[in-house]
């Protein structure tokens, strides 16, 4: 008898069709996205973007961040990403009441009390106070809120994208792509470039069924992610997928690059693997690679995974275990979609090696699929 899926490895395959219905959704939207914009670019000579969310939510603005503020400063915009829970606790060190202000709310369930709490301390303090949400639950509290049409757009992602497991997958994912075609100029264009991407993404799903049985039977205690530009970010996200798949068994720690010598390094023993993202950038190659070259001749070091877009046989020489993603010639970020799929993957299958349901790998409610336990005071401007 044939095992039903559990949800979580699901959520992790249909990423691909995933990513092209969603980008198709949106285009049926396209006027009315260009027409809330450019309404704000037109009323504001400048603008702050504030991509912000919790958790893994908040990962995605951290990962897309390095890439859109190259996109957006012909507007007069500048972004930045900041948690809700550091909005929330600290609204007067993030919020400036005369800077007009779009906050930008990555949201799966739409109902963690901090992402709520963010938008309405926003929405007080501040005098230009525009919201844009990206969630996956329609029936959100973010999704519910009531404001003027040229003070809110609300982007409610397919059904599919509202992850079951504990674990955001493609709700990660499908988020992060939803704001690169928000702010993209040539919509028409990047519809088209989600399909190469989708293709490669199917791609690494094939190359994991291999390798990841391989990666999961070594014996590892701990994890390291590392790279630079929008990969920090997403070395963070998939630190954060191994260490919750499995209910903090194995300690993991991501970094750049090049931060990684500044005294992270120190985590390295037999038992560490690293994974190392490669840039696709010839300039921010050179650094990865030397990172690479130095792990790899290191003595007391465990396994060594290089995950790159271009075939190199100096990653090849200088690594254990390699990944080619077949996205040569694209922009880092583009990139980061079938590389998240190789930690997802890698988390799942280390889940499931350790005894665990990955659907559910915290069954004491350590943590939850909405945070629980978190107490919202009344703000109180301080003199």
Request: with cysteine; hydrophobic share 40%; proline share 5%.
């Amino acid at each position: 008898m044939k095992m039903e899926k559990s949800h979580t490895m699901r959520e992790i395959e249909q990423q691909p069709s995933l990513w092209v219905k969603a980008v198709e959704q949106f285009s049926s939207e396209k006027e009315s996205i260009e027409k809330f914009l450019q309404a704000i670019a037109t009323k504001h000579e400048q603008a702050r973007v504030i991509f912000t969310g919790a958790g893994t939510s908040a990962f995605v603005g951290e990962t897309i961040y390095p890439y859109i503020r190259r996109k957006i400063r012909e507007r007069g915009w500048e972004v930045e990403a900041i948690s809700t829970t550091n909005l929330t606790s600290s609204p007067f060190s993030f919020l400036d009441k005369d800077i007009p202000t779009i906050l930008v709310s990555f949201a799966r369930s739409g109902n963690s009390p901090e992402s709520v709490a963010a938008v309405e301390l926003a929405e007080k303090l501040i005098n230009d106070f525009y919201e844009i949400t990206i969630t996956c639950n329609s029936d959100g509290a973010l999704a519910k809120r009531k404001r003027e049409k040229d003070e809110q757009l609300v982007l409610i992602l397919p059904e599919e994208a509202n992850d079951k497991g504990l674990a955001m997958t493609s709700s990660y994912s499908t988020m992060m792509l939803t704001a690169l075609y928000l702010f993209s100029k040539d919509k028409e264009g990047f519809t088209e470039k989600v399909k190469e991407i989708a293709k490669a993404g199917e791609e690494v799903l094939s190359i994991c069924k291999n390798l990841i049985p391989q990666l999961v039977k070594l014996p590892i205690s701990k994890l390291v992610y590392l790279g630079s530009g929008v990969f920090e970010g997403l070395s963070r996200e998939s630190a954060l997928k191994f260490l919750e798949l499995t209910s903090g068994k194995f300690p993991t720690m991501f970094d750049t690059t090049l931060g990684f010598r500044h005294g992270p390094k120190s985590i390295l023993d037999q038992n560490t693997m690293v994974v190392v993202y490669l840039s696709n950038q010839k300039y921010t190659r050179k650094y990865d690679l030397d990172m690479l070259k130095e792990l790899f001749d290191e003595k007391d070091r465990g396994p060594l995974v290089a995950i790159s877009g271009l075939e190199d046989p100096e990653v090849v020489k200088y690594s254990d275990y390699q990944v080619n993603v077949p996205l040569s010639k694209e922009d880092d970020m583009l990139l980061a979609f079938p590389n998240i799929i190789f930690a997802q993957l890698l988390a799942y299958e280390k889940s499931l090696n350790s005894g665990l349901s990955p659907d559910n790998p915290s069954p004491t409610g350590v943590i939850n699929r909405v945070v629980q336990g978190v107490q919202i005071y009344p703000f109180e401007e301080e003199k």
